[in-house]
């Protein structure tokens, strides 16, 4: 009677039909993870397989990896999110709760404000026409492509509420503040009376609409209607949960903190999250039967419905293996925590004193000095197994213990090694492996008090701990640890294995595998896999670039597909592609898309029964479900979020996109879009015609472009997902257009650089002729007197020590570091600088060598002289940047134009006074160099050039003790030639005198006698 008010009871609490199984993987994303905000009032995966989730705190952007959120200051009407809807055109529809509608192309938000003051409002409806119809207080409105405007045809005498509409019959449903349904028909708007009064809520499902009743005695009821008829669905309160009728999707809905999953056909009701409330009933079921994504007060929570269970660490703690017995209960081994045992449906401790007082009783038996206490009865480690005759052996601290018919015994070593850290079963002789430090042994099922020590004491397999065994199809068993030993039983005798073929160290082996082809798996604590080869007698290393962490188990799925437990998360191998290239994973799962254990344990997969793989971690006790698994990955999606830092629209997309502000450099800020993203997103581009291969794969999702030549160029990007060999993606082209000034084409250096040595050619061809020209005229011209050959010998002289190699080598350096250092601008600058200088010092060396006219005629302006000067003074500043400043000072009397001077004639003292003078100063000191020109009458010029440099003292002085490559001739030259001049004509005076706070005054007067 008991039993029967205990059912009864169970019935009450759980409902008929509510299943206590594992938990359905959840994963939840919060504003630690991105989420503009906790609180999820709505979302939306669109047509582009974007994620979009609104909360109280702005738009957030997922991409399957990445959030990007947006708010008002992005443009949006307000921060709270109510609903998302993507439109036939692609536009993002946002409802800022009362404030309206805002419209989003991927770039702008267009806003449409409503009246705030409307008590009621509906949902945005997409209809099957492609027209936006939205219920606002009392009228109902649609979009015409500019505005909302009132609808024509819908009038209601009482403010309009929420709005359903069936999309597969295009029927539409109103509802008004007092819960009255109306129906649009053939007649006009008339009244639903099977809806009226009782509807709380509804959610439409494509051709369906599932209502949610008022409470009545605490019992909500759901029906499924279809446009024409009411169905009961659905029934639950804190007592009972029951499936009237089976709906043709996964629904799922929340009740008193827990949420239920209940899927398409079927009447069982699966709790999927605890302490979770979902903002609404949700369309869930109706396109996607693998995933779903719910919108709770505590973040976005993915919901993976197929393909894996699991239990909390609170349920199973510290599960280190799993086994199964013959009446399809499990045992889970929790290290240093009690066993505990699975019927389906509940889990029970097993009661720890059962095995602890067998183990203790065994110990006195043995004259065992040691004891098992509560904590150290509980040291389970690998590969439990249950046995031909169903017994179950657990490997432990203690040695083996063995349960048949809930009895337990021990079978351990009465000397040496009592612990058993994994085992095997050799199904041919009937008997367990153990494997210990330093030893490994067997143990006759049929005589299990007869325990036969295996170990080669002098081999470096047995100098540590034996992590692993496998028995071969053959019999021979396979030992891994500090290396892979075989063992023979029929003649006793092992082979070692050290190195594998390519060379790779064999050691810190984690586990050894044969799949069903009778193939045997190695694999290491560095992410080593490696497969026997039979024929060579060796080990082939395989994989060589995928795992770089250790690799923990690996379990055959079915015919088709291995899995591999590494910390990235469960790898599916398919055999039948890597016996063809030596590769094939195709899947791998994580918290990504469904397994949420972090970092599978060292032999930590079991296959049971029903071929449902379980699986240890370090955190969660995990069940793969491979017929719900789905290997296939989806192509992922490439979309261009940012050019430029400036957001790129996902429609209306221009077809030519020009780069602003005559850069041909730009960042691409990229988004790899997918649901299924087990690993980073890597990305990869192109540009035709100018880069035809494809980039290297990069983990960073900005890809830069630099020195583009103008013009208009496809750039074309893609993503794959890590290293999965089937990861695919579409590939998106963007067309640009590249305006930008000829210095900032990539060629300009080595156009800059040719431009420059054919100037220099161009110097050296005029130069040459110059000097030729020259010799000829002097050669021709015998009825030149004395006197004008000398003074056309002694400008030649100036010039050449004016343009001394010295100094062109320095400015040429000068101009050769800024197009290094990319200041293209101010090398071509002064490279033009530098072209009219050289070229009006040849101008002014033709001029004195011409032998025309009289010597006075070979004068030039004073303009001319002082221009000469300044470039001269300006390319000293580019060499000796800093140290020294000039002013150059003009009587406000003086005309420039229409006084005349001897060519080059201040320029040797201007060079002195920087030469010597300036820069022997301490580079710590600036230097001032002041030219005035004064004139004293029409006929007379003075100009005076003054430095405040060291003097003439301290610059003979340093002179004599430097080693100058090269000695300024300039002044002497000068001097020579004023003597000639004045013979001449010319009345023309140098006086060179001491400053009164330092430095050096020269004084030239020039005038006639």
């Not at 099957?128 to 606002?136: F, M, P």
């Amino acid at each position: 009677m008991k039993k029967i008010f205990l059912l009864i009871y169970l019935y009450l609490i759980f409902g008929g039909n509510i299943s206590l199984a594992q938990d359905f993987p959840l994963w939840k994303y919060t504003p630690q993870d991105g989420l503009a905000q906790s609180q999820v009032l709505s979302y939306l995966k669109d047509s582009r397989g974007i994620i979009w989730v609104g909360t109280y705190g702005g738009l957030s952007r997922f991409d399957g990896e990445h959030f990007t959120n947006y708010t008002v200051k992005d443009g949006l009407l307000g921060s709270t999110i109510t609903q998302i809807l993507e439109d036939s055109n692609g536009y993002l529809w946002l409802q800022c709760r009362e404030l309206g509608f805002v419209r989003f192309d991927g770039k702008n938000f267009e806003q449409f404000p409503l009246d705030e003051t409307a008590k009621y409002w509906s949902r945005l409806i997409l209809l099957k026409n492609g027209e936006l119809i939205v219920s606002w207080g009392k009228e109902v409105l649609r979009f015409n492509g500019k505005s909302f405007e009132k609808h024509p045809r819908y009038k209601f005498s009482n403010p309009s509420g929420s709005i359903f509409y069936l999309k597969e019959s295009n029927q539409l449903f109103f509802e008004d503040n007092n819960h009255n349904f109306f129906q649009e028909t053939s007649k006009g708007i008339v009244p639903v009376k099977d809806l009226n009064g009782w509807v709380n809520q509804g959610i439409t499902f494509n051709d369906v609409i599932v209502f949610e009743s008022k409470p009545i005695n605490e019992m909500i009821r759901y029906f499924i209607f279809d446009g024409y008829s009411l169905k009961p669905f659905l029934k639950i309160s804190s007592k009972q949960k029951e499936v009237i009728n089976t709906f043709k999707y996964d629904f799922i809905f929340s009740h008193e903190g827990k949420v239920y999953l209940i899927k398409a056909e079927s009447k069982k009701i699966d709790i999927v999250g605890h302490n979770l409330v979902l903002i609404d009933i949700i369309d869930q079921g109706s396109d996607n039967k693998k995933l779903a994504w719910l919108p709770t007060e505590k973040g976005l929570v993915r919901l993976t419905k197929r393909g894996f269970r699991q239990f909390s660490e609170s349920q199973v703690p510290n599960c280190w293996s799993v086994v199964q017995d013959k009446d399809k209960q499990f045992y889970f081994s929790n290290y240093s925590l009690s066993l505990q045992k699975y019927d389906g449906t509940k889990i029970e401790k097993v009661p720890n004193e059962l095995y602890r007082n067998v183990i203790n009783r065994t110990y006195r038996q043995l004259n065992i000095k040691d004891f098992a206490d509560q904590k150290s009865s509980n040291y389970w480690y690998f590969k439990p197994i249950r046995s031909a005759n169903n017994d179950l052996w657990f490997p432990s601290n203690h040695g083996m213990l063995r349960l048949r018919d809930n009895k337990w015994t021990l079978f351990s070593s009465p000397t040496g090694e009592k612990l058993v850290f994994s085992q095997a079963y050799d199904t041919l002789r009937g008997k367990i492996i153990g494997t210990s430090i330093g030893t490994v042994f067997s143990l006759n099922i049929a005589k299990p008090n007869q325990l036969e020590f295996l170990q080669d004491t002098n081999a470096i397999l047995f100098k540590g701990l034996i992590l692993c065994a496998a028995v071969s199809p053959k019999g021979e068993y396979w030992l891994g640890g500090k290396c892979i030993g075989r063992y023979n039983p029929e003649t006793k005798r092992y082979r070692y294995y050290k190195y594998a073929a390519d060379g790779s160290k064999l050691r810190k082996m984690l586990g050894l595998t044969y799949d069903w082809e009778k193939r045997l798996w190695a694999y290491d604590f560095t992410g080593g896999v490696y497969v026997y080869n039979e024929k060579k007698d060796s080990f082939d290393r395989v994989f060589k670039s995928y795992f770089n962490t250790a690799v923990s188990f690996v379990e055959q799925i079915d015919h088709r597909h291995l899995a591999f437990g590494n910390s990235t998360g469960i790898h599916i191998l398919d055999l039948s592609i890597f016996k063809k290239n030596g590769n094939g994973f195709v899947q791998v799962f994580n918290h990504h898309n469904g397994y949420n254990g972090i970092e599978p344990n060292q032999l930590g997969s079991y296959r049971d029964f029903d071929g449902n793989i379980w699986i240890t971690s370090g955190t969660i006790l995990s069940k793969m479900i491979p017929s719900e698994l789905d290997y296939s990955l989806q192509p992922l999606k490439i979309h261009v979020l940012a050019i430029g830092g400036e957001r790129y629209p996902f429609i209306k997309q221009t077809q030519v996109y020009e780069l602003p502000n005559q850069q041909n450099s730009t960042t691409f800020t990229l988004e790899s879009i997918g649901d299924n993203k087990p690993f980073r997103s890597l990305y990869s581009f192109r540009i035709k015609g100018f880069i035809n291969e494809w980039s290297e794969w990069q983990e960073q999702n900005k890809i830069m472009v630099n020195n583009l030549p103008n013009g208009e160029h496809i750039i074309e990007f893609r993503t794959r997902m890590g290293n999965l060999s089937t990861s695919s993606s579409s590939v998106m082209a963007i067309n640009i257009r590249v305006n930008a000034p000829f210095y900032k084409s990539p060629d300009f250096y080595k156009y800059a650089t040719i431009t420059f040595f054919l100037l220099m050619v161009v110097i050296l061809i005029i130069a040459t002729r110059s000097i030729r020209l020259s010799r000829k005229l002097v050669s021709q011209s015998q009825k030149i007197g004395e006197q004008e050959h000398k003074v056309r010998f002694l400008q030649v002289q100036t010039i050449q020590a004016q343009m001394n190699p010295h100094f062109t080598f320095n400015v040429l350096g000068t101009l050769q570091h800024l197009i290094l250092n990319n200041e293209t601008q101010k090398a071509s600058e002064n490279l033009l600088k530098l072209s009219t200088l050289i070229r009006n010092y040849l101008e002014a060396s033709l001029l004195t060598d011409n032998k025309n006219g009289s010597l006075f005629s070979h004068e030039i302006q004073l303009s001319r002289e002082v221009e000469l000067l300044k470039m001269y003074i300006e390319f000293e500043q580019l060499q000796y940047v800093d140290r020294f400043e000039y002013e150059i000072s003009l009587d406000g009397k003086l005309n420039t134009e229409n006084y005349r001077v001897p060519p080059l004639i201040l320029q040797p003292f201007v060079e002195n006074a920087i030469k010597h003078g300036l820069l022997y100063k301490s580079p710590s000191e600036k230097g001032m160099l002041l030219i005035r020109f004064i004139s004293l009458n029409e006929d007379t010029l003075i100009c005076t050039i003054e430095d405040n440099g060291v003097g003439r003292t301290e610059a003979n002085r340093i002179q004599t003790r430097s080693l100058k490559k090269y000695k300024s001739r300039g002044t002497e030259l000068v001097k020579r030639r004023v003597d000639i001049l004045n013979e001449m004509g010319y009345d023309i005076t140098i006086t060179v005198d001491d400053g009164i706070t330092g430095g050096t005054v020269v004084t030239i007067q020039i005038g006639y006698k």
